[in-house]
């Protein structure tokens, strides 16, 4: 699979600390896996891996092509919170697991950061047990939860 | 002369281990005992001699007092101001100070259901420009001139339901989710999503803002818990989920007050849960909340805060708030992501400084790390 992203994603990549080649990894390893978030309306893929001990993110579309498929990376994006086990699933969400080939719901899942577990939105499987967490929550709320971590345990 | 000239500066060292204190049970770190949160507000003024007025109409001094009263009395680090209807000023409402009382509508308010559909939401750029977002930046902006150790931005959604109420009258919104429920669910719509907007607004401004939401009228004196949780619920869920995806939070602070005897359990699975979450319960019934009931259904979820009934602040007894504070500890001390002793809801005005004294007491006695 071709993965490609346009100069404005890779600003955004560079901006967010994280490498391209990190991202192509997430990809070629949900695509290989087919571990992968799919948005049910858009088609829009999310897709994670913990790479150094944080958890990478490629929001990405596939277009398929006669003799090969492209990626087409949107953005990308981490948080630094390990995540653990799904605490409840609440309500329906526009993600399908594809691993499982059944609806993901907005939920609950547990995150640990620095010793500390506790809970956090997210989205979640709970058929297979993934969680995943969307740009928004990642960019501003996980991040800033980090960093209320990072002052309040020093 | 600003009102930062009439206290004395800020006891830094009792400051520091207040700060350690407060850090406590949000990352499981241990300091030196429970915390003591007993919702100051209009008390702080009181206490430093000045009136509930005061307090209101003067919010700079108001906040200030909070963080000042807060040494005497050994309690959070943090300062905060706020009344019960932020928001209803730009959804029409007139509200008029009083000696002694937060202030009260004096309407006009929208008497036919029909009426909701001239309300609109008010969008961020708008509230920048109106009361309740100004208010808010010249609170934050005065502590971040002269207490910015205590500075924590704060938005209020508050009590969705009840704010949305006073708009068309408490009785008729009440009734109306009898015989207008879709009327009734439109105007907490529309109230919510302006106070979603005003957390959005609140985050552009200071990078963050911890969001406080409750459900005060939406309790099991007036409501059913199916109504509870259609009507206050979901919609905290819904503010909480709007505000994150405007950039607010992550600190939120969920406050049940008022009688929550088996609505309780309709919160669970409708709130969203950050890192930085405290969720507190006034009464089931007639009695405070139990803790040790709050930590047995809540403990897994989110640092809980306890009650103690704030009748017994004002009532010339200390021993009755050591007692129940005691009872309380004893029963929530060891919730498995953190505890904090309060008051069922805001402090009395006039709370008695010995009542006060008995609450951080039992704290020292009896939610001591290590003791249990």
Not at chain 1, 8 to 16: G, I
Not at chain 2, 110 to 132: A, H, I, Q, Y
Request: proline content about 5%; some cysteine; charged content about 25%.
């Amino acid at each position: 699979m071709d993965i490609k992203a346009s100069d404005q994603v890779k600003e955004t990549v560079a901006k967010r600390g994280l490498k391209v080649d990190d991202v192509m990894d997430v990809i070629k390893t949900a695509e290989g896996g087919n571990k992968k978030a799919v948005d049910k309306n858009t088609g829009k893929i999310l897709a994670k891996k913990v790479i150094n001990n944080v958890t990478v993110y490629a929001d990405y579309n596939v277009e398929k092509g006669i003799l090969k498929s492209h990626a087409n990376v949107n953005s990308a994006y981490s948080h630094r919170m390990t995540l653990g086990k799904i605490v409840n699933a609440t309500e329906p969400s526009n993600w399908t697991c594809a691993h499982c080939n059944a609806p993901a719901f907005l939920g609950t899942a547990e995150m640990t950061y620095m010793g500390v577990s506790r809970n956090g939105p997210a989205v979640v499987c709970p058929k297979c047990g993934d969680v995943w967490v969307e740009e928004y929550l990642a960019t501003k709320t996980l991040a800033a939860a980090e960093g209320l971590f990072e002052k309040k345990k020093a | 002369m600003g009102y930062e000239e009439s206290f004395p500066p800020m006891d830094m060292k009792w400051h520091a281990n207040a700060t350690k204190r407060f850090a406590s049970p949000f990352v499981d770190n241990p300091h030196d005992r429970i915390d003591v949160d007993p919702i100051i507000l209009s008390h702080a003024a009181v206490a430093c001699g000045y009136t509930i007025r005061d307090f209101y109409e003067k919010p700079e001094l108001g906040i200030h007092c909070v963080g000042y009263i807060s040494q005497l009395y050994d309690l959070l680090p943090v300062t905060h101001w706020f009344y019960s209807m932020p928001w209803t000023r730009e959804l029409g409402l007139k509200l008029q100070y009083k000696e002694t009382l937060p202030p009260i509508s004096t309407g006009p308010i929208l008497s036919e259901p029909g009426d909701v559909d001239k309300l609109r939401v008010m969008d961020k750029e708008e509230l920048k420009k109106n009361f309740t977002q100004q208010e808010f930046y010249r609170i934050y902006d005065y502590v971040a001139k002269n207490l910015p150790m205590t500075l924590v931005p704060i938005s209020y959604g508050f009590d969705l339901v009840g704010a949305a109420a006073e708009l068309v009258g408490v009785e008729n919104f009440i009734m109306w989710t009898f015989t207008e429920p879709e009327a009734a669910k439109k105007l907490v719509k529309i109230y919510t999503d302006t106070s979603v907007n005003g957390a959005a607004a609140l985050a552009d401004k200071y990078g963050m803002a911890m969001l406080i939401v409750g459900s005060v009228l939406a309790n099991n004196d007036i409501f059913s818990d199916d109504a509870v949780e259609e009507y206050s619920a979901k919609m905290m869920r819904y503010y909480v989920d709007q505000a994150f995806r405007k950039g607010a939070g992550p600190q939120v602070f969920y406050h049940l007050c008022g009688n929550h005897e088996t609505d309780y359990k309709v919160f669970k699975d409708n709130l969203i849960w950050s890192p930085f979450t405290v969720f507190h319960i006034g009464y089931k019934g007639k009695n405070v909340f139990p803790s040790k009931l709050l930590k047995e259904e809540y403990g897994q979820k989110a640092t809980l805060m306890g009650s103690v009934d704030t009748k017994l602040m004002i009532n010339p007894n200390p021993v009755s708030v050591y007692n129940q504070a005691k009872e309380q500890l004893l029963g929530g001390r060891d919730a498995p992501k953190g505890y904090i002793l309060g008051n069922s809801c805001e402090c009395p005005p006039y709370t008695l400084p010995g009542q006060m004294l008995a609450l951080v007491k039992a704290a020292r006695d009896f939610g001591t790390y290590g003791s249990w």
